[in-house]
């Protein structure tokens, strides 16, 4: 028992020295070598979760290739530009719009499965992306008054729901990756993202500091080395079950990036908001469980990164938040 004891005390002990610093301090001032990788891991990190869901349901839509592209390219811009922005008013708050809680903010993954269904209700077009985006202004304020009310109704959401729900979006994913990509699950696809999950684990365990801290940048600039490497060294295209030819996934393709501008002011509201009931109701639906997912995100980061439990201010404040970003998100793509 003693013996027991004492182990514990020892990895308590080593858990608050790997805290040490002010990256774990709640007000911690980083300096800048230290706060620019840092903030750019976690850009890097959201950047693909925040852009694809609005790929694969303007693609459901039909909003795509060269007749769409213009507007394509407006919907994902101002996805990037909305997400900087409440997060920061995450960070900091405005009066009770925001928790005060280190967390990114952006578009979710777990409401695809709900669009693609109002697309197919639809009929897909830019009508059925203007309901879903009012259907989500909509949403966005059902959220924000569940925020106000969140107080009264967190004992509906202990650890153990909103940690399955989290999981449960999480899992779903599978699917969306299962239905857009040709070559899912390819050897080529395999060995590149287990070498990507074996140099960040190894990375974030075997060295110290900011290598440690940046653990997550260095996997993704490493994938992007090894992805260019295989491009060189192996067949860039295969031919599917019906014999159409297609490009694989990882292969790097730059020419968008290439012909874009450096600079490109946002178009405001460049898809008009379609008042649907169709789209409405399962989309509020699916706000209660992004609420639900809101409050075990910011309880996971408080809990992992501050060692402690989230406040009732915190994860109302996070919850109207979440809801503000989706009805000022609307009015942008």
């Given at each position: 028992m003693f013996h027991a004891e004492k182990d514990t005390h020892e990895e308590e002990d080593m858990e608050r020295q790997k805290r040490q610093g002010a990256e774990?301090?709640?007000?911690?001032?980083?300096?800048?070598k230290?706060?620019?990788?840092?903030?750019?891991?976690?850009?890097?990190?959201?950047?693909?979760?925040?852009?694809?869901?609005?790929?694969?349901?303007?693609?459901?839509c039909?909003?795509?290739?060269?007749?769409?592209?213009?507007?394509?390219?407006?919907?994902?811009?101002?996805?990037?530009?909305?997400?900087?922005?409440?997060?920061?008013?995450?960070?900091?708050?405005?009066?009770p719009v925001g928790g005060k809680v280190p967390i990114i903010m952006g578009t979710s993954s777990g409401f695809i499965g709900v669009f693609n269904s109002v697309v197919q209700v639809m009929g897909g077009g830019i009508l059925a992306y203007g309901a879903i985006m009012c259907a989500s202004v909509i949403g966005g304020l059902f959220e924000g008054i569940l925020g106000f009310l969140l107080k009264p109704l967190r004992r509906f959401f202990p650890a153990v729901v909103t940690g399955t729900v989290v999981l449960s979006i999480g899992l779903s994913l599978i699917a969306v990756g299962v239905n857009t990509a040709n070559d899912f699950g390819s050897v080529e696809n395999l060995l590149l993202g287990?070498?990507?999950?074996?140099?960040?684990?190894?990375?974030?365990?075997w060295m110290k500091g900011m290598a440690s801290a940046s653990s997550i940048l260095i996997g993704i600039v490493a994938g992007y080395i090894i992805a260019a490497i295989m491009g060189l060294v192996l067949p860039t295209t295969a031919v599917n079950a019906d014999g159409v030819e297609y490009t694989k996934a990882w292969v790097l393709n730059w020419d968008k990036v290439a012909n874009a501008a450096w600079f490109s002011v946002p178009k405001l509201m460049p898809v008009k908001l379609v008042f649907d009931w169709r789209a409405i109701i399962p989309v509020l639906i699916m706000f209660v469980v992004t609420a639900v997912e809101t409050v075990g995100d910011i309880s996971g980061v408080?809990?992992?990164?501050?060692?402690?439990?989230?406040t009732d201010k915190e994860l109302s404040g996070g919850v109207i938040c979440d809801g503000r970003y989706g009805l000022n998100a609307c009015f942008f793509f």
């Amino acid at each position: 028992m003693f013996h027991a004891e004492k182990d514990t005390h020892e990895e308590e002990d080593m858990e608050r020295q790997k805290r040490q610093g002010a990256e774990y301090e709640f007000y911690g001032k980083l300096p800048l070598k230290k706060a620019i990788p840092l903030g750019l891991q976690h850009v890097l990190a959201m950047f693909v979760g925040n852009l694809t869901p609005i790929l694969i349901i303007s693609g459901a839509c039909g909003i795509a290739g060269e007749e769409f592209g213009s507007l394509q390219v407006d919907l994902l811009q101002n996805a990037m530009l909305i997400a900087g922005i409440v997060t920061l008013i995450q960070l900091f708050a405005i009066g009770p719009v925001g928790g005060k809680v280190p967390i990114i903010m952006g578009t979710s993954s777990g409401f695809i499965g709900v669009f693609n269904s109002v697309v197919q209700v639809m009929g897909g077009g830019i009508l059925a992306y203007g309901a879903i985006m009012c259907a989500s202004v909509i949403g966005g304020l059902f959220e924000g008054i569940l925020g106000f009310l969140l107080k009264p109704l967190r004992r509906f959401f202990p650890a153990v729901v909103t940690g399955t729900v989290v999981l449960s979006i999480g899992l779903s994913l599978i699917a969306v990756g299962v239905n857009t990509a040709n070559d899912f699950g390819s050897v080529e696809n395999l060995l590149l993202g287990a070498a990507v999950l074996l140099i960040i684990v190894a990375v974030k365990h075997w060295m110290k500091g900011m290598a440690s801290a940046s653990s997550i940048l260095i996997g993704i600039v490493a994938g992007y080395i090894i992805a260019a490497i295989m491009g060189l060294v192996l067949p860039t295209t295969a031919v599917n079950a019906d014999g159409v030819e297609y490009t694989k996934a990882w292969v790097l393709n730059w020419d968008k990036v290439a012909n874009a501008a450096w600079f490109s002011v946002p178009k405001l509201m460049p898809v008009k908001l379609v008042f649907d009931w169709r789209a409405i109701i399962p989309v509020l639906i699916m706000f209660v469980v992004t609420a639900v997912e809101t409050v075990g995100d910011i309880s996971g980061v408080m809990e992992g990164g501050m060692g402690r439990e989230a406040t009732d201010k915190e994860l109302s404040g996070g919850v109207i938040c979440d809801g503000r970003y989706g009805l000022n998100a609307c009015f942008f793509f």
